[in-house]
């Protein structure tokens, strides 16, 4: 009679694989039951909590966060503009200021003043009558010259008839500065007044030869502040009274306005 051996056990199951990072499976993974193991085909519903609910913000949002997270450059820029707006308003006001004192000093200058110091009176069978009178000017401006140009003309009168005339210097006047400049005129030929002529010779009485003359001169003038001139015309008139026309004349009496 054969004697049956006995079968050999089966061979255990092959271990599961390990997953894609070379980790060892789970030793307890192959006693889950497949349906553990792997989700079936079907609809699945899955609920997130409201709070972790994520989405993306539209682009304004970046620019206001942008401008939440850097509040120190919004700050400097606004104080820049500050600062040159504040320097643009004192330049103006500056030149404001300047402009009006410049105008209110150009346009209300004080007069220059004029005197006749001396008059001396040459006479000629050969030539017409001269005249040398000698006159200071002074301006009485603090913070204003005067210019006075080429161009000039003086005129010489006895009783509103010119007798002789001339062209006037030329010169400048500082602030609060004053001059002495000589008139040279020339007699006209024409005759000259008898009541001049009487003078030329001489009287008995000063009332019988003392004369009174008129002076006139037309002067183109500027008057100038630190660079800025302005130009005009300055008309002057003198009354002057001398005691003879003749060697040694004396100026009794003269008033002069400009």
Not at 57 to 80: D, F
Not at 157 to 168: L, M, P, R, W
Request: charged share 20%; glycine share 6%.
């Amino acid at each position: 009679m054969e004697e049956r051996l006995p079968l050999p056990p089966p061979p255990p199951p092959p271990p599961p694989p390990a997953d894609a990072h070379g980790n060892p499976p789970d030793p307890d993974h192959h006693l889950l039951p497949h349906s553990q193991n792997a989700f079936g085909s079907g609809t699945y519903v899955v609920q997130v909590p409201k709070d972790q609910i994520y989405r993306v913000p539209p682009p304004e949002n970046a620019l206001i966060a942008e401008r939440y997270r850097t509040p120190g450059q919004k700050s400097k820029s606004y104080r820049s503009r500050c600062i040159i707006i504040s320097i643009l308003i004192c330049f103006i006001a500056a030149v404001v200021s300047v402009a009006a004192v410049i105008s209110s000093i150009l346009i209300n200058p004080k007069t220059p003043t004029f005197q006749i110091q001396n008059l001396v009176f040459t006479n000629s069978s050969r030539s017409p009558p001269h005249y040398k009178i000698t006159l200071k000017a002074e301006n009485p401006n603090s913070k204003t010259s005067i210019i006075y140009e080429d161009g000039g003309h003086a005129s010489l009168s006895f009783k509103q008839q010119e007798i002789a005339d001339g062209d006037c210097p030329t010169f400048s006047l500082g602030f609060k500065d004053s001059t002495v400049f000589v008139l040279q005129l020339n007699g006209l030929k024409t005759a000259l007044p008898k009541e001049i002529e009487r003078s030329m010779k001489g009287g008995e009485s000063t009332r019988q030869t003392s004369v009174s003359l008129s002076l006139s001169m037309d002067y183109p003038i500027k008057r100038k502040v630190w660079f800025f001139k302005t130009g005009k015309r300055l008309a002057v008139s003198c009354n002057v009274t001398v005691d003879k026309l003749g060697k040694g004349t004396r100026v009794i009496s003269q008033e002069c306005h400009s």
